[in-house]
C-alpha cells in the first residue's frame, strides 16, 4: 500500500482533499493511504511515506520539506487549480503517474 501525506498550514482544507482523494482511489480500486499534517508536524512521519504533497498555501516551505526527505521521495506542491476546486481524482491520477503505478 502507498503513503502519501499532505502537507498544509493547519489541516482544515486539506483533509477534505484527502477525502475525495480516498474518495478517487477506492472508484479506481486502489488501496493507498493518505494523511494531512500541518507543516510544523510532517517531519515525524516523512520517512514513513512515498510522495510528500504540498498544499498551494504552504508551497514556499518545499525547500524544507525537501531537506527533510533527503531525496528518498518525490515533494510536489498541488496545483493551485486542482487544490482550489478540490480536485482529489486528478491529483491522485498526478500521484499514480508519479510513482509510475
Known sequence: MKKILLVCAAGMSTSLLVNKMKAAAKEKG???DIDA???SE????VDEVDIV???PQVRFQKPQVDALVKGRV???VI????????NGKAILEGVLKTLGI
Open 30 to 32: 486502489f488501496e493507498i
Open 42 to 45: 510532517c517531519a515525524s512521519v
Open 53 to 55: 504533497l504540498l498544499g
Open 74 to 76: 518525490p515533494v510536489q
Open 37 to 39: 499534517l500541518p507543516v
Open 79 to 86: 496545483d493551485m487549480k486542482l487544490y482550489g476546486t478540490m
